[in-house]
């Protein structure tokens, strides 16, 4: 739950950026698997909190990274391809 700069300065290993009000505007969020759970993780919580708030008033399974310190966020650079979107039946 990072913009596009703080994701390519820092960013937890393994995580993909995707904008919070992109991922609570879709009616299907990008998810790596139909009814997967959704986690999220910023550097201070208050996006991501936010974000889940909403993804949970949706109807998503949505946990939250919680304690991380900066030096958690050790992976750099830019998304090189976008996420592969799954569309999950109703």
Do not use: K
Not at 20 to 34: F, N, S, Y
Not at 69 to 81: I, M, P, T, Y
């Amino acid at each position: 739950m990072r913009d596009t700069e703080e994701y390519a300065v820092g960013h937890l290993p393994g995580s993909r950026h995707v904008p919070d009000g992109q991922l609570v505007q879709e009616d299907r969020p990008t998810t790596p698997a139909c009814a997967a759970r959704i986690v999220l993780v910023d550097n201070d919580g208050v996006r991501a909190s936010m974000a889940a708030s909403w993804l949970a008033q949706l109807g998503w399974d949505v946990a939250m990274f919680d304690g991380l310190q900066l030096h958690d966020f050790s992976a750099a650079g830019r998304r090189r391809r976008p996420p592969r979107r799954f569309r999950c039946s109703s």
